[in-house]
């Protein structure tokens, strides 16, 4: 039981992300049709940040 409020009433389960065609990754947003990493579906270029590990 929780006690007093609870912000995560409307966290339903439910894919958000998928696996990324083109970094691999778990971040291709299924309804906005985006990689979240690497910006797949939204551009054809590549997102590039320093914090990536590659490339
Ligand atoms: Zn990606």
Do not use: D, L, N
């Not at 590549?46 to 490339?55: D, G, L, N």
């Amino acid at each position: 039981m929780v006690k007093g409020t609870t912000s995560f009433g409307k966290h339903s389960k439910g894919k958000t992300h998928i696996r990324c065609r083109r970094c691999g990754r778990q971040s291709y947003h299924i309804t906005k049709k985006r990689c979240a990493y690497c910006g797949f579906g939204e551009s054809s270029k590549i997102r590039k940040y320093s914090w990536m590990p590659y490339r």
